[in-house]
Nanobody, 131 residues
Framework: QVHLAESGGGSVQSGGSLRLSCDVS?????????????LAWFRQSPGKEREGVAA???????DYADFGKGRFTISQDSARNILYLQMSGLTPGDTAMYFC????????????????????WGQGTQVTVSS
């Protein structure tokens, strides 16, 4: 059974940085090893839809939402099954609950930041940025 657990959220001032982590367990099944699969970060602010932040393929391909380019970096430690999101230059607009997600399927480029493309989700970690 796939289990995703986020950590690293907190409160920071505008311009600050945070690194989010997601422990991924139960995802080392055969589909992950022999085919393409994706881990991703999403976020959701109150009253808004959940939106994709960044996605990484097990083969290394990375996709970012426009708002994250140049500020956010997604990475993974495959040996330890941990997904990271390094965030810098944070603004109040980045305040949200951040979720990690996983899918053991190939995704076309246009789908990699869609919530509907991912089957497995963590519970989220809150990021609050104050001005």
């Amino acid at each position: 059974q796939v289990h995703l657990a986020e950590s690293g959220g907190g409160s920071v001032q505008s311009g600050g940085s945070l690194r989010l982590s997601c422990d991924v367990s139960g995802f080392t099944a055969v589909p992950w090893v022999r085919g393409r699969s994706y881990l991703a970060w999403f976020r959701q602010s109150p009253g808004k839809e959940r939106e994709g932040v960044a996605a990484i393929c097990n083969e290394g391909t990375i996709d970012y939402a426009d708002f994250g380019k140049g500020r956010f970096t997604i990475s993974q430690d495959s040996a330890r099954n941990i997904l990271y999101l390094q965030m810098s230059g944070l603004t109040p607009g980045d305040t949200a609950m951040y979720f990690c997600a996983a899918t053991p399927r190939y995704l076309a480029g246009w789908a990699r930041l869609l919530t509907s493309a991912y089957e497995h989700w963590g519970q989220g970690t809150q990021v609050t940025v104050s001005s």
